[in-house]
């Protein structure tokens, strides 16, 4: 039931801004096997692999999906986010503004610079709220934004509002594939120093793709977790990595995902007997218990919001009561919550 995701978190606790860092945050160690709870850093990381391991991290790219401009008609403000490609061109977005956008309106969307300019029309809007649009500008949609566009950051940091260092600590150091409007942010914690130090250990470091959409900040709404119609994301496994995985499994080694979104395409790619088959399409997958995991040893996660999704599948991962005592500890002792937070390492 969802009242058994619920917990309680001081707002003072919520990261404003990532360390200067990336690796200096704290990181929680939960030891499944004998409910060992320690305080460590995610610069130790390493310690808790070992050579033959793989460690699975999203490459996925935050997109210039933020989006601001002024209403033709009216000359009032607009704010909103790309959501994505529909076909023909034409976009998907949500926004707000004073008032009601009207079908066929024009608003002129505008970079910080102000040179940079483009114009949307907004064609029907979709039952969930969006609305299609389509621009004045040829080019493809991720180009476009890459001139207008800036890269969004949670409601909940600063509320909404980007600061210099939000378009580089908001991109993972391994980002390469553009299509998210959100970062995997267990992944913002890595550095080159500590990527380096991991393959010098002998552990494989394998990437995988999900882009992540605005289903993740979708909120579950249902008591019965059976009756929550689980979000869509484009993902991708290629054969290479697919084939990482699967020697190292038969070697003998740990897989360990670095954040729930390396899971879930791990997972959704995993045949009946747990074996990975290179996939590229969506997943819905939603990993509630009595989930079995196929393919995840460890699981380096960040703190999760409340009766969501991505705490359902860590509680699943960890143990219900194990991980709720692990949130109770690490609130007590003042770790900074969510996207610019600190991090837990589940191991066994």
């Known amino acids: 039931m969802l009242s058994e995701y619920d917990y309680i978190f001081p707002v003072d606790l919520v990261a ?7 690796s200096d945050s704290r990181m929680l160690v939960v030891s499944r096997d ?6 460590k850093f995610v610069r130790d990381f390493p ?6 391991d793989c460690v699975v991290i999203n490459n996925t790219k935050v ?66 709220g969006s609305w299609l649009v389509k621009p004045d500008s040829s080019g493809g949609a991720f180009d476009i934004l890459e001139r207008i566009g800036y890269v969004p950051i949670p409601p909940y940091i600063r509320k909404g509002k980007m600061n210099v260092d939000d378009a580089k600590r908001y991109q993972t150091v391994f980002a390469s594939e553009l299509g998210a409007i959100a970062a995997p942010t267990a992944g913002l914690h890595f550095d080159e120093r500590i990527l380096n130090e991991i ?32 979000h869509s ?3 991708k496994l290629t054969k290479a990595a697919a084939d990482a995985i699967n020697n190292c499994k038969k070697k003998g080694g740990k897989i360990i995902a670095v954040g729930t979104t390396s899971v879930r395409v791990i997972e959704s790619a995993a045949n009946e007997a747990g074996e990975l088959i290179p996939f590229e399409g ?5 990993i509630k218990p009595p989930y079995k995991f196929k393919n995840v040893d460890m699981l380096l996660t960040n703190f999760h919001f409340p009766k969501s999704t991505l705490l359902v599948l860590v509680y699943t ?5 194990l991980i709720r005592k692990a949130y109770e500890e690490a609130i007590n002792k003042k770790y900074r919550l969510f996207s610019y937070g600190d991090a837990m390492l589940i191991k066994n």
């Open 16 to 22: 404003q801004c990532p360390l200067s860092g990336r």
């Open 34 to 39: 004998s409910g060992l709870i320690e305080d």
């Open 47 to 52: 310690l808790f692999i070992r050579s033959g």
């Open 63 to 128: 997109l210039a999906a933020r989006l601001f401009g002024v209403r033709c008609v009216t000359g009032g403000l607009w704010e909103g986010l790309f959501v994505g490609v529909v076909g023909g061109g034409v976009w998907r977005v949500i926004g707000k503004t004073r008032g009601k956008i009207k079908s066929g309106e024009f608003v002129e969307l505008y970079d910080a610079s102000g040179v940079n300019r483009v114009k949307i029309q907004f064609l029907d809007k979709v039952g969930d």
């Open 199 to 230: 393959k010098l250990g002998g552990v494989e470091i394998v990437e995988v793709t999900l882009h992540v959409g605005l289903g993740t900040f979708k909120p579950v709404e249902v008591e019965n977790l059976e009756e929550h119609k689980m």
């Open 233 to 235: 994301e484009w993902c």
């Open 282 to 286: 969506e997943t819905s997958l939603f």
């Open 317 to 321: 991962f960890g143990g219900k009561n």
